[in-house]
């Protein structure tokens, strides 16, 4: 068997391996790069992927460190927020309670088709020198000191690569987490089940009620948003893509998953009946483009990154939860940390210390993003609960991690350190408002709707964590840190007020500096 060597090898072209292999050849045009891909180029748009929605971090990664702009442009659909809905009312679907934005902030995210960003980003590495070879399946994989190697069965017959890098990026194959031993299990349990139908789905159409369609600046836009229909312990998405078609998801914990069978689309969509009728009559009908259903899908990996030249990226490392959509982001900081490995590598460096931090940072990440989903689904049809954790997460996420992402300061090991006292400063309050939200998920709560909406555009806190990220010019990272985390422990004390039961609503003058007047919408 003829053995070849390359530089690097990405095992797995899906989303996290393209990418990565962009983001290496356009930084390092020298290097040689070979992908390997289960799946024939071009993917199916429309039902290639699940994943569609992507948020702030995801989008910057793609948009920005990527440049494919243009791309998003012509190909993504801009999204339009996070929407919740709330409640079960019968007759007219505005009589849910609603959580959101009337406007959008000014940071970009996409609803995107992963099929289509696929084959864009298939065609764009080729073009510029990186081989890939598709429809092939990894026969073996071998890690040592000197040398990495991979052995794939293909269209080509059998080969053996040899190299100095080696990544799996193949998913839920996981092909170096069980080679080198590297499973962890995850104190989050979750059940998801995801299908497509060929039908664009506009929610905006659900109710004709005047004052509902006028809470949204831009009229007609709804759908545009990641709309979540809320329950004790689920959730259900509504997500358009720009080719017509609609994915449709449903996210539970344990409870609520083992409470109904959802092995087949018949059964769901009797699940959907009963509890989401407007969504069930929205679909009915349409032609049903694909069904999956998985258990347990939280996944967790005790090392992601190696001096001896391999790393994991994307779900074949860790993947926490859909909610939020953090997928991408992971992504990001992980080919974002790899990346800087390889090129450090190659550049004569030793990279000991380097893939040790980066290993912390991005175990740090992922923990703070665990707590948000581990033990809270029972809060998720609790209006008043997910009113506040929306504010409180959006604020962690942008004034934190996002910012700490946009700086380009997750790599610069340096400043990393001299961040390293506010940084667990925010993990102590993010840690304590987490239990606050867990403690009270356990409760399982769904409020009588009332038809109300909970605005988020206009808090002030969240306006502030925008503005900083968008103005990166008038303040350091560390002065932009510093006041990001100050602020955060100011509105962790009053959402600890609002969620008490004897909560009243009085509003102080700095609450209102940070809220407004939320305090009357989360509390009604």
Same mark, same amino acid.
Request: proline share 3%; aromatic share 10%.
């Given at each position: 068997?003829?053995?070849?060597?390359?530089?690097?090898?990405?095992?797995?072209?899906?989303?996290?391996?393209?990418?990565?292999?962009?983001?290496? %050849? /356009?930084?390092?045009?020298?290097?040689?790069?070979?992908?390997?891909?289960?799946?024939?180029?071009?993917?199916?748009?429309?039902?290639?992927?699940?994943?569609?929605?992507?948020?702030?971090?995801?989008?910057?990664?793609?948009?920005?460190?990527?440049?494919?702009?243009?791309?998003?442009?012509?190909?993504?659909?801009?999204?339009?927020?996070?929407?919740?809905?709330?409640?079960?009312?019968?007759d007219d679907f505005s009589q849910h309670d609603e959580l959101g934005v009337s406007e959008l902030f000014g940071l970009p995210t996409y609803q995107i088709d992963r099929g289509a960003i696929e084959?864009?980003?298939?065609?764009?590495?080729?073009?510029?020198?990186?081989?890939?070879?598709?429809?092939? /399946?990894?026969?073996?994989?071998?890690?040592? %000191?000197?040398?990495?190697?991979?052995?794939?069965?293909?269209?080509?017959?059998?080969?053996?690569?040899?190299?100095?890098?080696?990544?799996?990026?193949?998913?839920?194959?996981?092909?170096?987490?069980?080679?080198?031993?590297?499973?962890?299990?995850?104190a989050h349990k979750g059940?998801?089940?995801?299908?497509?139908?060929?039908?664009?789905?506009?929610?905006?159409?659900? /109710?004709?009620?005047?004052?509902?369609?006028?809470?949204?600046?831009?009229?007609?836009?709804?759908?545009?948003?990641?709309?979540?229909?809320?329950?004790?312990?689920?959730?259900?998405?509504?997500?358009?893509?720009?080719?017509g078609a609609t994915s449709i998801g449903i996210v539970m914990d344990d409870q609520a998953f083992s409470e109904h069978d959802f092995s087949t689309y018949d059964s769901t969509f009797g699940w959907l009946q009963k509890n989401h009728p407007r969504c069930a009559e929205a679909i009915d009908g349409a032609e049903l483009l694909d069904y999956v259903v998985i258990n347990d899908y939280s996944l967790d990996c005790k090392q992601m990154f190696s001096e001896q030249g391999w790393g994991l990226t994307g779900e074949s490392g860790v993947f926490a939860d859909p909610f939020y959509s953090p997928g991408s982001d992971f992504i990001a900081f992980n080919n974002t940390f790899i990346s800087d490995l390889v090129k450090s590598d190659f550049s004569g460096q030793d990279i000991r210390l380097k893939s040790r931090v980066y290993q912390n940072i991005n175990r740090s990440f992922f923990d703070s993003t665990m707590s948000?989903?581990?033990?809270?689904?029972?809060?998720?049809?609790?209006?008043?609960?997910?009113?506040?954790?929306?504010?409180?997460?959006?604020?962690?996420?942008?004034?934190v991690l996002t910012l700490l992402f946009f700086r380009s300061a997750i790599s610069d090991v340096a400043l990393m350190r001299e961040l390293n006292p506010i940084l667990r400063s925010a993990q102590v309050i993010n840690a304590h408002v987490q239990a606050l939200f867990r403690s009270r998920a356990k409760q399982r709560l769904v409020l009588p709707a009332q038809g109300i909406f909970m605005n988020q555009y206009p808090l002030p806190c969240l306006q502030h964590f925008n503005q900083i990220l968008s103005d990166q010019s008038s303040h350091s990272t560390q002065q932009a840190l510093g006041g990001n985390v100050e602020k955060l422990h100011r509105i962790a004390f009053y959402i600890e007020q609002m969620l008490q039961e004897n909560a009243g609503m009085s509003i102080c003058d700095e609450e209102r500096s940070l809220f407004g007047d939320y305090r009357k919408h989360v509390l009604a």
């Open positions: 068997m003829n053995i070849k060597t390359k530089d690097v090898i990405i095992a797995g072209g899906g989303l996290a391996g393209l990418t990565l292999a962009h983001q290496l %050849k /356009s930084s390092q045009p020298e290097l040689d790069i070979l992908v390997v891909e289960k799946n024939t180029f071009p993917v199916p748009e429309k039902t290639a992927k699940v994943g569609e929605s992507t948020v702030e971090i995801g989008s910057h990664y793609l948009k920005e460190t990527l440049g494919l702009s243009r791309h998003f442009d012509e190909r993504h659909l801009r999204k339009h927020g996070l929407r919740c809905f709330f409640g079960s009312p019968q084959n864009y980003l298939q065609k764009l590495i080729t073009s510029n020198g990186v081989e890939l070879i598709d429809s092939a /399946s990894t026969s073996d994989i071998s890690i040592s %000191k000197s040398d990495n190697a991979i052995t794939i069965d293909s269209p080509r017959g059998k080969q053996r690569y040899n190299s100095r890098w080696l990544v799996d990026a193949a998913g839920r194959q996981s092909l170096l987490r069980n080679k080198l031993g590297l499973q962890k299990s995850s059940n998801a089940l995801w299908f497509r139908i060929d039908r664009q789905i506009k929610l905006d159409q659900w /109710s004709s009620n005047e004052p509902w369609q006028a809470r949204i600046k831009q009229p007609s836009t709804r759908w545009l948003s990641t709309n979540h229909l809320m329950g004790a312990g689920y959730w259900v998405w509504v997500i358009p893509l720009d080719n948000l989903y581990t033990g809270q689904y029972g809060g998720f049809g609790d209006r008043r609960m997910m009113s506040l954790k929306l504010v409180w997460d959006y604020s962690y996420y942008w004034g």
